[in-house]
């Protein structure tokens, strides 16, 4: 039996960035509610040219240094009427490919120019509900293989709050099965099935430890009343 969705709330790791001369590019980035990104390990990253390559060929690192929700860092010393950049936000340092949402920077760049964001999100499409199962339809980054990269889904009981990022409560999770970047994700024998009118949030994360959900990596949340 399917069932529906309502009053749904959908949240997801905000970037965006400005040029500011021919040399430097300002980010700002707005986190999700509860995460501390310094303590998690959250960074930038930018490489030249149109697409994310491995964090060791990165022309430039940043680990993020406040625990702030929200806030800003630059990238100086660039060529932007010489070279296109591409510039990515990450959740996980310690694990290079964690990096769920991109700035294009094209070539010419002009102080003003806006700068083409591509953002993680996870959401449920109303007739993917049923009575102890549902899909996930997801997006990353292009270059995101998330198979490989360990990508999962879990659910909660309840609204998102800071307590998901220990995986507190979580009722149940499953791994991604799919390398390409946009996509879904099926999670099957839910326990105690979902409840009829109760509140569940689904959250999409980028890694795993020890062959489990990494918690503190969660980009995107999706809550949902059945």
């Known amino acids: 039996m399917a069932l529906q969705a309502t009053d749904s709330a959908q949240g997801i790791i905000q970037l965006s960035g400005s040029i500011i001369d021919g040399t430097t590019v300002k980010i700002n980035f707005n986190a999700l509610p509860g995460a501390h990104p310094k303590t998690m390990g959250y960074f930038v990253a930018i490489w030249q040219g149109s697409q994310i390559q491995a964090l060791s060929s990165a022309l430039q690192t940043q ?9 800003t860092t630059n990238f100086n010393g660039l060529s ?3 070279q296109d950049y591409i510039i990515g936000f990450g959740v996980d340092f310690e694990v290079g490919t964690t990096i769920c949402s991109t700035l294009y920077v094209p070539l010419n760049s002009q102080v003003g120019d806006p700068l083409t964001s591509n953002l993680s999100t996870v959401t449920v499409p109303e007739d993917a509900i049923g009575t102890n199962s ?13 198979k490989t990269n360990a990508n999962w889904i879990g659910l909660f009981q309840g609204p998102f709050t800071a307590n998901c990022f220990s995986g507190a409560g979580v009722v149940a999770s499953t791994s991604a099965t799919s390398d390409n970047n946009t996509g879904s994700i099926s999670m099957n024998d839910i326990p105690n099935g979902l409840v009829r009118f109760q509140t569940y949030t689904l959250v999409y994360g980028m890694s795993s ?14 809550t949902f009343t059945v």
Do not use: W
Request: hydrophobic share 30%; charged share 15%.
């Open 134 to 146: 549902l899909v996930a339809s997801y997006v990353t980054p292009l270059y995101n293989t998330p």
């Open 209 to 222: 430890k020890a062959g489990s959900p990494n918690y503190n990596d969660i980009i995107s949340y999706y």
């Open 63 to 71: 680990k993020i240094g406040v625990d702030n929700q929200a806030g």
């Open 80 to 82: 932007l009427q010489k």
